[in-house]
């Protein structure tokens, strides 16, 4: 999730030598990612198309400045240096360079049944003018190519020397070095067996035209919060809290995520989802707790007052008669690659249908005009009632602000909802 100069440096970092490898969490299996890891972190793991690289680097041993090996049923060796090297830490040596090799085939076997359907290596291998005076020395592409023998000419070759494909049956003949090293040295992808790609550039104006095209359909949003869509189908930058659930969830514990953009709001809403809508019971825990959570502690009173106002609202009372679900999580997909997303503080189910629930804080009372505010709030409500509607095929009959006041609750209904569902839809599938 950064820029190329920021992956560019997280490379660097982790080939750095002495550096500790930090894997990166890798994103879900079904995603449509290319991820790039060591053999270490993708033991376990399967890919459709696996690419091994590295197999030409010479296998390196860089003794450290002291070095101990604890040999079975011996005394431990102990090397510091050059100068003090005991006698049976250089007889050691031999049997450590073993099992060194013999974990490097380990990890190689690991990296090489990582894949699926398609496994991608490079054999290429320089030429040597002797063999190497242990199997250790050995490269992993050299090790490959010695493993496969005869299997070698069979494989499909991926690139094409000057003169054509590199020659199978030569490459296999020399599991050290190949005969003809130039022509693999020089091989370069063959655009004919890639199939469907084209090999001339469209005209200038036309490839700014389908770049700028591609710029534009990149910035679309592709999801549309229900808080956040005004009039015009474009997410909201206002400050109101009232309209701010979504946008704050990335960097908040989960007890808050899809809360009130309030800090006594958020509370007033935790304690709804939690408590007994009939009886209220562990009300004032939930008080307590929620006001500890949002860092308001003193603020309990005026908490509890907006829970008892809301637990005495006439849609809070007939949910809790009926089928009820609470601070749910609804997101369906619109006609155009968007997805229409919100979180529901109370819906409940109706003889004749569903009804929506949206708790409001703001008025000072229960008698202030709240023609305004239902207005503002107008497009965040049929948003509830599309998204709603389309995920689970029943009918969204009403959509009620309950505005929430130390004084008591204070209801409205969106008018003419139908009307208004039929623009959100509209406006959240537009441009």
């Not at 960097?251 to 309030?262: C, E, I, M, S, V």
Request: include cysteine.
């Amino acid at each position: 999730n950064g820029t190329l100069r920021q992956y560019l440096d997280w490379i660097r970092q982790q080939t750095a030598e002495g550096a500790r490898v930090a894997e990166a969490v890798l994103p879900e299996t079904d995603d449509d990612a290319v991820r790039i890891m060591t053999v270490h972190a993708a033991k376990g793991l399967e890919f459709p198309v696996t690419i091994v690289s590295g197999l030409s680097t010479q296998p390196q041993h860089r003794p450290a400045g002291a070095e101990v090996v604890w040999p079975p049923g011996r005394p431990c060796l102990i090397r510091i240096g050059k100068t003090v090297v005991s006698a049976a830490f250089e007889a050691h040596l031999p049997i450590d360079e073993q099992m060194s090799h013999d974990e490097r085939v380990r990890l190689l076997y690991v990296a090489c049944t990582r894949a699926q359907d398609h496994l991608v290596i490079s054999l290429h291998r320089r030429t040597r003018k002797q063999p190497p005076d242990s199997a250790g020395r050995l490269t992993s592409a050299e090790l490959l190519a010695s493993a496969l023998d005869d299997l070698l000419p069979s494989l499909p070759l991926l690139t094409a020397g000057p003169a054509g494909p590199t020659d199978p049956t030569t490459a296999a003949a020399d599991p050290v070095g190949p005969a003809n090293p130039t022509a693999v040295g020089a091989a370069a992808p063959v655009a004919a067996q890639v199939g469907g790609v084209p090999v001339d550039l469209p005209p200038l104006d036309e490839w700014r035209r389908r770049r700028e095209a591609a710029l534009a359909a990149g910035a679309r949003p592709r999801t549309v919060a229900a808080t956040t869509l005004t009039a015009d189908g474009r997410p909201d930058t206002s400050p109101d809290p009232g309209l701010h659930k979504r946008p704050r969830d990335l960097d908040l514990p989960p007890w808050q995520k899809g809360r009130y953009g309030t800090a006594v709001g958020r509370a007033v809403h935790g304690v709804m989802q939690t408590i007994d809508l009939a009886t209220g019971a562990g009300r004032a825990e939930a008080v307590a707790a929620q006001a500890a959570a949002e860092g308001i502690i003193g603020h309990e009173a005026h908490i509890d007052a907006l829970v008892r106002a809301a637990l005495a609202s006439p849609s809070v009372v007939a949910a809790a008669s009926r089928p009820h679900w609470r601070e749910l999580y609804v997101g369906v997909p619109l006609g155009t690659g968007r997805t229409l997303e919100g979180y529901v503080d109370l819906l409940y189910r109706r003889d004749d249908g569903l009804v929506v629930v949206d708790y409001k804080t703001g008025p000072a009372g229960p008698d202030a005009d709240l023609a305004a505010l239902v207005a503002q709030y107008r497009v965040q409500g049929a948003s509830y009632a599309l998204a709603v509607g389309d995920a689970t095929g029943e009918p969204v009959v009403e959509v009620v602000f309950a505005f929430l006041t130390p004084g008591g609750a204070a209801e409205r209904s969106l008018s003419d909802l139908p009307g208004a569902v039929a623009e959100v839809r509209q406006l959240a599938e537009g441009p």
